[in-house]
């Protein structure tokens, strides 16, 4: 089965960033959408302690995908995405990055992962890791059951007040719902994508003597 996983929010990506650009790569490439998985613990919350992630990684079976824009989507932390891949590895699983285009499974040629690792270990240098829960970070809602429907209401033409009617919610709350969410976006698709080549490691090994 496929998956498509987001983080809400990473520390550079939105919601509607990560969304739009699996699933403009997963129908460009021929690829079944499948389920969304949205995370929406803190980003500096250590691989132990997220229980939503743990939880998916473990329900996954051998053969399954899982699409995600950006590493960060995942964990910022290299040692942390190492373990991810192991498990990757171990279990069968293949994983898309989806802003490089690239396929990470037990087959993958050792220097595209090495890569992509070197890569997110140069951004940490280059960035402060903030603590505490980011600016945008939103939190579950109970209108999560009702996502797909209100996109699928957005693209329909309808607006705010007649969505909030047909699902007999707060005008309000299910405004501030979609305005988090960048919904309007995702549903009509007024996103930038790209895909971008797989960064080069360069080697830094000084030579002595």
Do not use: W
Not at 122 to 150: A, C, F, L, M, V
């Amino acid at each position: 089965m496929n998956y498509i996983y987001l983080r809400s929010k990473s520390d550079r990506y939105s919601l509607a960033v990560q969304e739009k650009s699996i699933k403009n790569y997963m129908n460009i490439n021929g690829y079944e959408i499948g389920a969304i998985e949205i995370e929406v613990s803190p980003f500096n919350k250590p691989l132990d302690e997220r229980i939503e992630f743990k939880t998916f990684i473990h329900m996954l079976k051998k053969g399954d995908r899982v699409f995600v824009y950006d590493l960060r989507a995942l964990s910022h932390r290299v040692g942390e995405l190492i373990q991810i891949f192991n498990c990757v590895f171990n279990h069968d699983i293949e994983l898309v990055v989806t802003k490089y285009g690239v396929n990470i499974n037990k087959n993958t040629p050792s220097y595209i992962s090495i890569s992509l690792l070197n890569q997110q270990r140069e951004e940490n240098k280059n960035q402060e890791i903030h603590t505490g829960r980011p600016k945008g970070s939103i939190s579950k809602s109970k209108y999560d059951i009702y996502r797909e429907k209100i996109i699928r209401m957005i693209k329909e033409g309808k607006n705010v007040s007649e969505i909030a009617k047909e699902l007999g919610v707060n005008r309000s709350s299910i405004r501030d719902y979609i305005n988090s969410r960048e919904l309007k976006k995702i549903a009509l698709g007024d996103i930038k994508i790209e895909i971008l080549d797989i960064p080069k490691s360069e080697c830094k090994i000084n030579q002595k003597g």
